[in-house]
C-alpha cells in the first residue's frame, strides 16, 4: 500500500485550468482517469488525510503510484478526452458501465451496392443505418416480415444473393413477392437502393407523409377501376399500420428524445435507456455496472452519456436527453452533445407531463433490470465461493464461513422493540432457519443493550442443546451453567419475552417460562404459546415472503434433528456472526459470546454509512473493496436482516393499534366478535350486557358467553370522551363501527 504523499506533487507545480489526470500504480498502469474544471483544486483534494477520504478514494490513491496529468482549453475538451484514455486505458478503478446482455439493432447496409436488411448485434460499423436497439431479436424479424411486403429490400446474405445471380432464379422470397429480386435483374441497383432508403425514412418515424401518398395512390386505382391494385395498395398500408402499432406511442409526433434512468445502491448500478423517435418507443437497452470510485447519480449519468454518445453523429444524437440528474456543471456536457449532434441538444430532468410519466417507467425497468442482476450474481457458485473466500480472508478466519447469521434490531422511537436472525448457508438465504425476537426485558431505545440480549438467547439455546446430549460438559468444563432457569432470568429470559420466526406454527420452549419460539417452517397452525394465545396467523407476521412464499420451495432441516425428524432449533452453530452496526454493536454481541463461553464462533459488523466491516477489539474497520463478491454477500445478508426485522416490527405495530377488549378473550375468532358488535353496537353495551343476553347471539354458546362476560368485566372501562372543543361527553354509541374495522377499543 502506497503513501500518498510519496508521490504528492510540489505546491504550484499543479496548474489551476481544466484538464484531465491520470493516476498510475507502481507497475505504471493507468488505474483512474478524471477531469476537472481546476486541476489544482481536483487533486489537491485526493492528498488530503486518509480519514477524511471515502473508503472507495482511499482505496484508488494508496493503489497508486503517480500522478499525471494533461491542460486542455475548455471543460469539453476535457471531457472528449476523458472519455478517449477511458477507453484507451480501461482503468479498473472508474465507472465502466457493461451490456447485461447484447441488445439487437435492425440495420441497413447501404454501405453496400445492393443494400440489406438484417438483425446485427455488437460494435456498429460505417455505413450502416442502424435502428434500436431492441429487447428481441424476434420482435425485428416480427416488423421486417411485414414491412417486407411494401419495402421489398434484399435480407438475403451475400452466399444466397451470388448463388441466385450464377443460377438465374431467385430465392422463395423473390416468388412471393417479399423480395425486389435485383440479384435476376428485375429492378436495377439505383431502384434497389431508393426502396432500401424509404425504408429506413418509415423506420426512422416519417410515416405520416408514405401513408398517405399509398392512400392517393389507392383512391386513384380505385377510381380507375383497377381493383386489384387497390386492394393491393389497401393490405399494404394495413401492413404498415400494423408495423407501427408495434412501436407504443408515448409521445408527441414530433418528438425525439432519449431518456435515462439509474438505479443504485451502495455497491451496484443499472442504467436503462428507451429511445423515442417521431414520438415511438423505438429501442430499449440497459446496462450494469460496480461501483468503484466515489460517484453520486449525476456522476453515473455523466458517464452513462459518454458510453451511449461517444461513437456517436448526427441524428443518433437526439435533440433531447432526459435525465433523472444533470451533471454538475452541466454547460460542458451539453455543449458536448451539441458538437456531436451538430445542433442544440437539451439536457435536462422532466417536471410534468408525459415525459415524466415515461421516465417513472424507465425508472421502474432500471430497478428490475438491477433487482434481475443482483439475482442472477447471487445465484451462481462460483461467485458465491469467492465470496465466502474473500470473507474468510479479510476477518482471518480457518476457513470459509459456510454459515452466517445476522442479527438486526428494528423499533420506532422506542416501542416495539424487535430483533431478527436470518441464515445464509453457502452464500444463500435458508428462510425455514429465520427466527424473530421481542425485546422484553427493558423499555426504551437501546440497540446495543438489545444486541447484547438477542446474542446471549440465540446462543443460550445453542448450549442448552448440547447440554441435552452432554457435549457442553464435554468440551468446557467449568463453563457457566445453562439452564431453562437462566433463560428466564436476567436480560436475555426476561419473563414475557418471546421469540418467534416467519412461517406459521408455534412450538413451546421447554424449560423457559414466559419464552416462546416459532421455527421457520414446522409446526402446527393456530397452536398457542405458554399464555394459551394465538401468536400469528397463517402467513406469520413477514407473511408471503415465508418459506412457502415467492421464494419457493422449503430447504428442509439444516444441521441436527430431533427423534420426530425436527430440527433441532438453534442447534447448529454459525461460523460467523454479522450484526447490522459498528463497534458498540460489534462488541456487544463478542460481550455475549464471551460470557457464555463460546469462542469458536467469529463476529464482525457491517457499517451502513460507509459499508465498513468492523472486528472486536480492533480501532480501526476493515475496508473491502468495491468491488468485492465478500462485501457484497455481507451487504446482502444485512439487508435481508434489516428487511426482516421491520417486517415483523410493523406487523406488531399494526397489531397494537387495532387490538381491544376482545382480543384477549380466548377462543373468540374474528368472526363471533363481529357478531358480537354487529348485535350490541359497541363494546360498552356489550359489557353491561348479562351472560343471557350474550347467549342471543347468533353462534355463541354459554361458555363462550360466560367468558366474553368475564373478560369485560376485568377490563377496566375506558374515560369518556371529551369534545375539546364544546366540553361535551361524546357517548360510545358509535364505537361498534369502529370496533367493526378491525379495532375493539371501549
Not at 488505474?31 to 483534494?45: H, N, P, T
Not at 408527441?252 to 445502491?265: G, Q, R, Y
Not at 425476537?437 to 423499555?443: D, T
Not at 369485560?712 to 360510545?732: K, M, R
Request: charged content about 30%; overall charge negative; hydrophobic content about 35%.
Amino acid at each position: 500500500m502506497a503513501d500518498p504523499s510519496s508521490y504528492r506533487p510540489k505546491p504550484g507545480q499543479i496548474p489551476d485550468s481544466p484538464g484531465v489526470y491520470k493516476f498510475r500504480d507502481e507497475h505504471g498502469r493507468v488505474i483512474y482517469v478524471g477531469k476537472a474544471k481546476s486541476l489544482r483544486q481536483r487533486l489537491s483534494s485526493y492528498f488530503q488525510d486518509l480519514a477524511n477520504l471515502h473508503p472507495r478514494t482511499r482505496t484508488m490513491v494508496t493503489t497508486a503510484a503517480a500522478v499525471e496529468w494533461t491542460v486542455v482549453s475548455t471543460e469539453v475538451e476535457a471531457l472528449q478526452l476523458e472519455y478517449s484514455w477511458i477507453k484507451e486505458f480501461d482503468p479498473r478503478f472508474n465507472v465502466k458501465y457493461r451490456d447485461d446482455k447484447s441488445y439487437p439493432s435492425l440495420a441497413v447496409t447501404l454501405n453496400e451496392e445492393f443494400p440489406r436488411v438484417q438483425v446485427m448485434r455488437g460494435a456498429k460499423k460505417k455505413g450502416v443505418r442502424y435502428f434500436g436497439p431492441y429487447a428481441h431479436a424476434w420482435a425485428i424479424r416480427e416488423t421486417v416480415d411485414l414491412m417486407l411486403r411494401v419495402f421489398p429490400v434484399r435480407t438475403c446474405s451475400a452466399g444466397v444473393f451470388k448463388r441466385s445471380a450464377q443460377i438465374g432464379r431467385p430465392c422463395l422470397l423473390g416468388y412471393i413477392g417479399k423480395c425486389s429480386a435485383p440479384c435476376v435483374g428485375r429492378v436495377t441497383a439505383e431502384e434497389h437502393r431508393q426502396l432500401a432508403e424509404e425504408f429506413c425514412d418509415f423506420m426512422a418515424g416519417r410515416t405520416g407523409t408514405y401513408l398517405r401518398r399509398l392512400e392517393e395512390r389507392m383512391h386513384e386505382a380505385a377510381e380507375d377501376m383497377e381493383y386489384e391494385k387497390a386492394a393491393r395498395l389497401r393490405d399494404d398500408i394495413g401492413a404498415l399500420k400494423r408495423a407501427m402499432e408495434k412501436n407504443a406511442v408515448v409521445l408527441a409526433d414530433a418528438t425525439d428524445a432519449d431518456l435515462i434512468a439509474v438505479a443504485e445502491d451502495e455497491l451496484e448500478a443499472a442504467v436503462q435507456i428507451f429511445h423515442v423517435r417521431g414520438g415511438r418507443v423505438r429501442g430499449q437497452r440497459g446496462w450494469v455496472t460496480d461501483k468503484v470510485e466515489a460517484v453520486d447519480t449525476a456522476g453515473l449519468v455523466e458517464h452513462a452519456l459518454q458510453q451511449l454518445y461517444g461513437e456517436e453523429r448526427g441524428d443518433a444524437v437526439p435533440k433531447e436527453v432526459l435525465v433523472p440528474a444533470v451533471p454538475e456543471p452541466a454547460e460542458p456536457v451539453a455543449q458536448w452533445l451539441a458538437e456531436r449532434r451538430g445542433s442544440r441538444v437539451d439536457l435536462r430532468i422532466p417536471q410534468r407531463g408525459d415525459k415524466k410519466d415515461l421516465m417513472e417507467t424507465v425508472q421502474r425497468n432500471a430497478q428490475q433490470a438491477l433487482a434481475l442482476h443482483k439475482t442472477k450474481r447471487a445465484s451462481d457458485l462460483t461467485t458465491r465461493s469467492r465470496a465466502l473466500e474473500e470473507i474468510a480472508e479479510a476477518l482471518g478466519l480457518d476457513s470459509a464461513p459456510l454459515r452466517v447469521e445476522c442479527f438486526d434490531i428494528s423499533h420506532l422511537q422506542g416501542d416495539d422493540v424487535v430483533a431478527s436472525m436470518v441464515v445464509f448457508e453457502d452464500g444463500l438465504p435458508r428462510k425455514s432457519e429465520y427466527r424473530r425476537f421481542q425485546i422484553k426485558s427493558f423499555a426504551g431505545q437501546d440497540d446495543v443493550r438489545s444486541m447484547h440480549e438477542v446474542v446471549s438467547r440465540r446462543f443460550r439455546r445453542y448450549l442448552q442443546e448440547k447440554q441435552k446430549t452432554g457435549e457442553w460438559q464435554e468440551e468446557a468444563t467449568g463453563a457457566p451453567e445453562v439452564s431453562g432457569a437462566t433463560e428466564a432470568s436476567g436480560i436475555a429470559g426476561a419473563p414475557g419475552a418471546t421469540e418467534t420466526s416467519g412461517a406459521p406454527g408455534v412450538l413451546g420452549a421447554p424449560g423457559v417460562p414466559g419464552a416462546v419460539e416459532t421455527p421457520g417452517s414446522t409446526g402446527s397452525t393456530g397452536s398457542t404459546g405458554s399464555t394459551g394465545q394465538p401468536l400469528d396467523g397463517p402467513d406469520g407476521p413477514d407473511g408471503p415472503d415465508g418459506p412457502d412464499g415467492p421464494d419457493g420451495l422449503d430447504q428442509g432441516p439444516s444441521g441436527p434433528i430431533d427423534e420426530e425428524g425436527r430440527p433441532k432449533r438453534f442447534a447448529y452453530p454459525p461460523q460467523l456472526v454479522v450484526v447490522d452496526g459498528g463497534k458498540p454493536q460489534v462488541a456487544a454481541a463478542q460481550r455475549a459470546l464471551d460470557e457464555l463461553g463460546v469462542d469458536d464462533v467469529a463476529v464482525c459488523g457491517l457499517a451502513k454509512r460507509l459499508e465498513e466491516v468492523w472486528l472486536p477489539d480492533e480501532e480501526d474497520p476493515v475496508v473491502l473493496p468495491r468491488s468485492s463478491e465478500g462485501l457484497y454477500l455481507l451487504q446482502r445478508v444485512r439487508d435481508e436482516a434489516h428487511r426482516f426485522a421491520i417486517t415483523y416490527q410493523r406487523s406488531k405495530r399494526a397489531k397494537s393499534l387495532k387490538a381491544g377488549p376482545l382480543d384477549t378473550v380466548p377462543g373468540l375468532g374474528d368472526s363471533r366478535k363481529q357478531a358480537l358488535l354487529k348485535h350490541f353496537g359497541s363494546v360498552k353495551r356489550l359489557r353491561a350486557a348479562t351472560v343471557e343476553q350474550i347467549c342471543e347471539v347468533p353462534g355463541v354458546g354459554r361458555k363462550t358467553a360466560e367468558t366474553v362476560a368475564a373478560a369485560l368485566a376485568g377490563a377496566a372501562p375506558a374515560a369518556p370522551a371529551v369534545n375539546t372543543a364544546t366540553g361535551e361527553i361524546i357517548e360510545d354509541e358509535a364505537a361498534g363501527a369502529a370496533s367493526s374495522n378491525g379495532g375493539t377499543r371501549p
